[in-house]
RNA sequence: GGCCCCGUAGUGUAGUGGCCUAGCACGCGGCCCUCUCAAGGCUGUAACGGCGGUUCGAAUCCGCUCGGGGCUACCA
């Protein structure tokens, strides 16, 4: 049996959440529950020009939304505290000393100016490997300081051996092999560490024994290799998931998908059960005979990281609008209802739940559970049932496209439901069943369309009966008069 | 430019040498059901990037080629 895992995500504060870090965080949570093990979350933030203020908290709340929150993080805690590498600066010293007394590591001087005028000219030329010149390489500060292109801060970098291992064995792609790193940069002139030093430094230090990240990675794998063994650790296994691509096949960036922000499927009725059953799509297909729709337990039940795909998915929302549907349907009606309830609150579709509201959205999730696609489509569906007799529109389209003899329609109709003693939906579709199809010997299509529009105002409505026993025989009939005198 | 990852219908994929005249899901089209729209049922459409090998036999193995992507930062 596998021994416990410790999975984290590490996303950096650096604006939305990004649908990528779900995506890590969906498979970190299984692995650590398929093997009895602990899904951490940590912050990186030690980019410290590209923080964004609140983009913390919105990282707690969006993986929460999704059923992803992490058994230790900054927000919850945890053995490893602190979970911020911001929090964490002063681990990463003692690490750097050592590397470069051991002679893997070195100050380098060169600035900004001189590296960047270097990578021009390695450009130029063709060169075949780019990389930092070495040029800082055992040199004092003082003899440094008489060349050219000299900073007085200096930043340490790694010192890359030529018999560096390049391949490395990765949970979902087996052997792999990437390319040969250059003398990195681990420690920055602000002295704060670079991703690579500190995600090896806190991984080990939080016992970390399953990476999971994105597909870009995996050329910088070697470097971090290289730090566990020259600090003596033993290295965690990687996952590298493919990565989510635009339209365009492009690495999913904000700017090209506005799905890319996780808070964007929130925002736009999206439920998380739906997201997260997508999300697994996209890198975890179904074998043959597999469901397609599973729940997070389920998942976890067959997780195997060799049934993770290698290639990267365009997200295509398409199938999400089909899955939110089967999970609409799923849900309990009070359920759903109540759904519909928090997301006009959440949305600014309602600024406050109107009189009677929340009831009359429970009376009415019936009618358009199996009509909806995401939860932003529920109330503008029920819009009819919130508005009041005098002030429902009589969509113009609609009225034009209603048959000539649509006024003898809606009077015969008025006057056998004026009888009608019990306002039920059988009874009110029984009854004009009656006059309508069979007396009047009408189409049931045409039948019942003035009605519809009567009722709702458009030719596209919820089911037209159910819709009027929750309207009230008042109400309908003073809607079909309405439209009487305006035909 | 260099190194690395990847390549089955519009999209996500199944497929690990014969069960493939290539299966499934979404999408799209048609039919049925039907008070509209949905949902549901039935059904149709459409793919192994190319070229060479290996083999009795290749979507599956090998080589080349083409295509896409990633990395190549004192970003992550």
Redesign the pocket.
């Known amino acids: 049996m596998t021994t416990p895992a410790r999975t984290r995500v590490?996303?950096?504060p650096?604006g939305d959440p990004h649908v990528g870090t779900a995506y890590m965080a969906l498979f970190d949570k299984a692995w650590s529950r398929k093997t009895g093990g602990q899904f951490v979350l940590r912050i990186?933030d030690?980019?410290r020009?590209?923080l964004v203020e609140g983009s913390e908290q919105q990282i707690y709340d969006s993986l929460r939304w999704l059923g992803l929150d992490a058994d230790e993080s900054p927000e919850v805690g945890g053995p490893y505290a602190p979970y911020k590498q911001s929090e964490r600066v002063d681990s990463y010293r003692p690490f750097v000393e050592q590397l470069i007394e051991s002679g893997h590591a070195y100050y380098?001087?060169?600035?900004?100016e001189r590296?960047a005028q270097m990578?021009a000219e390695?450009?130029a030329s063709?060169?075949?490997?780019?990389?930092?010149d070495r040029l800082c390489l055992g040199m004092t500060r003082d003899e440094r300081a008489k060349l050219p292109g000299f900073?007085p801060?200096?930043?340490v970098r790694m010192l890359i051996p030529d018999d560096v291992p390049?391949?490395f064995h990765d949970l979902i792609?087996?052997?792999?092999?990437?390319?040969?790193p250059?003398d990195?940069?681990i420690l920055?002139?602000?002295g704060?560490?670079?991703?690579?030093l500190?995600?090896v430094v806190d991984d080990h230090l939080m016992k970390i024994t399953t990476v999971v990240r994105?597909?870009?990675?995996?050329?910088?794998t070697p470097k971090h290799l290289l730090l566990y063994s020259w600090l003596g650790w033993q290295a965690p296994l990687f996952a590298?998931m493919?990565?989510l691509?635009n339209?365009?096949?492009?690495?999913i960036s904000k700017r090209k998908n506005p799905a890319a922000r996780l808070m964007w499927f929130r925002e736009q009725g999206y439920l998380p059960e739906a997201l997260r059953n997508f999300l697994q799509?996209?890198?975890y297909?179904?074998?043959?005979g597999e469901q397609?729709v599973t729940s997070f337990d389920e998942f976890v039940e067959g997780f195997d990281w060799?049934?993770v795909?290698?290639?990267?998915?365009?997200?295509?929302v398409?199938?999400l609008?089909?899955?939110n549907?089967?999970y609409i349907?799923s849900l309990p009606t009070g359920e759903l209802a109540s759904r519909i309830v928090d997301y006009a609150l959440e949305s600014g579709q309602w600024s406050e739940i109107p009189e009677g509201g929340r009831e009359l959205v429970l009376a009415a999730t019936p009618l358009i559970s199996?009509?909806?696609v995401t939860l932003a489509e529920a109330l503008p569906k029920l819009q009819f049932l919130f508005t009041a007799d005098d002030q429902l529109v009589f969509n113009p389209v609609a009225v034009g496209k209603l048959k000539d003899n649509a006024a003898e329609v809606l009077t015969l109709a008025a006057q056998a439901l004026e009888q009608l003693d019990e306002w039920t939906?059988d009874a009110i579709?029984q009854k004009l069943?009656t006059v309508l199809v069979e007396d009047m010997g009408l189409k049931?299509?045409f039948?019942?369309?003035p009605v519809?529009v009567a009722i709702s105002g458009?030719?596209?409505?919820?089911?037209?009966?159910?819709s009027m026993e929750i309207l009230g025989k008042q109400s309908s009939l003073a809607r079909i008069a309405r439209l009487i005198a305006e035909l």
Request: charged share 30%; glycine share 6%; net charge neutral.
């Open positions: 590490a996303p950096s650096t990186e030690t980019d020009n590209r380098c001087w060169c600035s900004g590296l990578r390695q450009q063709k060169q075949a490997d780019t990389g930092y900073s801060t200096p930043v390049l391949s792609r087996g052997e792999v092999k990437a390319p040969r250059d990195q940069v920055k002139a602000d704060f560490p670079t991703y690579h500190a995600v994105g597909e870009e990675w995996i050329s910088s590298h493919p990565l691509r339209t365009d096949k492009s690495k799509l996209l890198a297909p179904p074998a043959d397609e060799a049934k795909s290698t290639v990267g998915p365009i997200f295509d398409k199938k609008d089909w899955l549907g089967v349907r199996e009509r909806l939906t579709h069943q049931p299509k039948a019942f369309a519809r458009e030719q596209v409505s919820p089911p037209l009966f159910e």
